[in-house]
């Protein structure tokens, strides 16, 4: 497979660069209320910014389809931006046009731009070639730093890239290498925990990752489902009954390549889908029918615990729990714990993705003690399920022609 460039640093000086970010950020009463991301893209673009490149950056913000909307305007990313590069940041209230082509232009040597939502216009998710004509006027050299985009063949990430020079930015670049390793060759044994609502929309994951790692471990909703498969009753769990026979071939597939499959081996039942719901632990033929399991138990989290301990690489997507309830996020929160401690310990490289997963992990305060904490959600499930991203294809693509 061919390689995609990345951009450096030290080649920017005085090029106008126009920049692909995902800078998505949730906004609550106008105000940005978790910036990771936005800092993240900035910690990236800075050295770019200091060694004298022209910047003019590129973003979605929510789903506007394709039409100027005031809900959905990226102006209040504008200020968290500008204070996590320590530097003004000019604004342009279109991404295409005279105005903003003039504007990108009359930028000094390290001087950024965040232009307006791209997709207030249709030809951004048609992937349009005509929009992206109009998109490379804001630079002479095309940067995708957008990696939890990369999922989309959009004009701001596709059909850009046959029209400038083409190149990875420095957050791309991080996520890539970061998963490649976790991935494609990870130290082992390498454990994954899948965990989640459900069976049906992690499939493909599931399968690719059987093939990959040397256990995964099943949790969450999904569990259920497996249980189930297993002849275990589970009450009121949720549980997607039609997927049985794909946890048979999961469970076949796991078999050939010599992957173990982890459950948990004991259960927490609630009788009710509530915050401190009574509730009892169980092993697994102890679910009364009138409960639901909501979370693994303490003997499961031990079991889990010392897979980790013996394990070198995890990579995690997917609450082990319906971990936005108490009591029920105790075994998310002690083997988010576990896995942290173990990688500061520096005897585990611990992955990590998708949007729970990361709130599940801040909950924890394990997030920091992760060796790498992706920004991406769908781009990240996608690279699990072993597909080559459109955005990721164009770049490498743009490379060799
Ligand atoms: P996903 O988006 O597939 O990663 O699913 C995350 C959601 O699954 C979270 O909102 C969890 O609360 C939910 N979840 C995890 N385990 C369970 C469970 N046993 N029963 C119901 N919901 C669950």
Same mark, same amino acid.
């Given at each position: ?15 106008r660069l126009v ?29 770019? +910014? ?10 979605? &913000? ?9 809900? /959905? ?8 931006? $500008? ?7 000019? &604004? ?21 731009? +965040? ?20 998109? *490379? ?8 730093? #957008? ?23 420095? +957050?791309? *670049? ?15 044994? !390498? ?7 459900k069976v049906s929309?992690?499939? !493909? ?9 040397? #256990? ?8 259920? @489902? ?11 769990? +949720? ?14 597939? !796991? ?15 609630? /009788?009710?889908?509530?915050?401190? #719901? ?12 009138? #409960? ?15 897979? /980790? ?16 309830m108490e009591p ?5 929160? $002690? ?13 585990? *490289? ?20 992760? @060796?790498?904490?992706?920004? $991406?959600?769908? !781009? ?22």
């Amino acid at each position: 497979m061919s390689e995609f460039r990345t951009i450096n640093a030290a080649d920017v000086a005085g090029q106008r660069l126009v920049v692909r970010a995902d800078l998505n950020a949730p906004v609550q009463g106008g105000k940005v209320s978790d910036a990771t991301r936005i800092q993240r893209f900035a910690a990236g673009i800075k050295p770019l +910014l200091d060694e004298g490149a022209r910047i003019t950056v590129l973003s979605h &913000f929510g789903r506007p389809k394709g039409e100027r909307n005031k809900d /959905f305007t990226i102006a209040p990313i504008l200020p968290v931006l $500008a204070e996590a590069l320590g530097v003004s940041v000019r &604004f342009a209230d279109d991404c295409i046009g005279a105005a903003a082509v003039l504007a990108s232009e009359n930028l000094a040597n390290g001087e950024i731009m +965040l232009c307006e939502n791209v997709r207030f216009h249709p030809g951004e998710e048609a992937n349009d070639a005509g929009f992206a004509v109009e998109l *490379a006027k804001l630079g002479d050299i095309y940067v995708n730093d #957008a990696f939890s985009a990369a999922h989309r063949a959009h004009a701001s990430t596709a059909a850009i890239t046959t029209l400038l020079p083409a190149f990875a930015g420095p +957050l791309m *670049a991080e996520e890539i290498t970061a998963l490649i390793a976790a991935l494609e060759d990870p130290k082992r044994p !390498a454990v994954a925990v899948v965990g989640g609502a459900k069976v049906s929309s992690k499939i !493909a994951v599931l399968k690719n990752l059987v093939g990959k790692v040397d #256990a995964v471990v099943v949790g969450g909703g999904m569990a259920n @489902t497996f249980m189930l498969a297993d002849g275990h009753p589970i009450g009121k769990s +949720l549980c997607e009954a039609d997927q049985v026979p794909t946890v048979h071939e999961i469970r076949e597939l !796991a078999a050939k390549s010599g992957c173990k499959i982890i459950l948990p081996v004991d259960v927490v039942c609630a /009788f009710d889908f509530a915050p401190n #719901a009574k509730n009892i632990t169980t092993d697994l033929d102890g679910c009364p029918e009138d #409960a639901m399991i909501l979370d693994a138990g303490p003997k499961s989290v031990k079991v889990i615990a010392d897979v /980790f301990a013996n394990s070198k690489t995890i990579l995690w997507n997917g609450p082990m729990g319906a971990f936005e309830m108490e009591p029920f996020d105790m075994a998310t929160i $002690a083997l988010a714990k576990v896995a942290a401690k173990l990688t500061k310990d520096g005897t585990l *490289a611990s992955i990590a993705g998708g949007g729970d997963t990361v709130a599940a992990l801040n909950v924890a305060g394990a997030a920091d003690d992760f @060796t790498y904490v992706s920004t $991406a959600g769908g !781009a990240f499930l996608e690279w699990l399920e072993g597909k080559e991203l459109p955005a990721i294809a164009a770049l490498r693509l743009a490379a060799v022609n």
